[in-house]
């Protein structure tokens, strides 16, 4: 079999005009709500306002703009069949616009035992914000990551995700009000590439599989 290698960008250019602007204006734009989420995260662990917009943070950050169609499939959790399996996200924080359709669902305590499954209602103009596992890391396990997945109810899905990780140098260890007798250290520290090129590297550990 032959493959040919297009650019995406160009062949949307002339069937979706406009295309390429809008998605690069959509990127920086939830970057900064990104980085005002941040701030926030910041207050609630008792640090600096700013303390993520440093350069090895969040200054120079590793983003990733995702658009995700869901085929309008009904799902069958007890057979294994779901529009996304249950998964957290790697990094530090996702945004994810949604359309109408409902079909995310989160589970608070990912460690019960069932795990309890509940909707997150689709709010237009709103974003989710799925806390990642690095964030987990990072805080030494105060905020916990998000696990979530998506059922299709028969109709189509549209949605937008956007990951953050900070630059690939940062060094993640423990925050410096994250640590305390009732808390002690959870995690070594390390570089941010490292970690996630071993988890990805872990989630395709089988890819050989399909070859």
């Known amino acids: 079999m032959k493959h040919i290698k297009v650019k995406l960008v160009s062949i949307l250019k002339g069937t979706l005009p406009g295309w390429k602007e809008t998605m690069e204006k959509y990127h920086q734009e939830a970057l900064e709500v ?58 530090l924080i996702t945004l994810l616009a949604t359309d109408d359709v409902s079909g995310l669902q989160i589970c608070k305590d990912k460690d019960a035992e069932p795990q309890i499954w509940e909707y997150v209602p689709p709010l237009r103009g709103a974003f989710v914000v799925n806390l990642g596992d690095m964030l987990e890391r990072w805080s030494n396990g105060i905020f916990r990551s998000t696990l979530h997945r998506v059922l299709g ?57 399909y070859k």
Do not use: W
């Open 153 to 209: 109810n028969g109709q189509e899905r549209f949605s937008i995700a956007y990951f953050v990780e900070p630059s690939h140098d940062c060094l993640v260890e423990c925050l410096p009000t994250c640590q305390s007798k009732v808390n002690p250290l959870r995690y070594p520290p390390i570089k941010c590439e490292t970690y996630l090129l071993q988890r990805y590297k872990d989630t395709h550990a089988d890819r050989n599989s």
């Open 34 to 91: 990104t980085k005002a989420v941040s701030r926030l995260i910041a207050l609630a662990l008792d640090l600096d306002v700013d303390f993520f917009d440093r350069p090895e943070f969040l200054g120079k950050p590793i983003a990733t703009l995702r658009l995700l169609h869901y085929e309008g499939k009904l799902s069958d959790p007890s057979n294994g069949i779901f529009g996304a399996g249950a998964h957290s996200d790697y990094g």
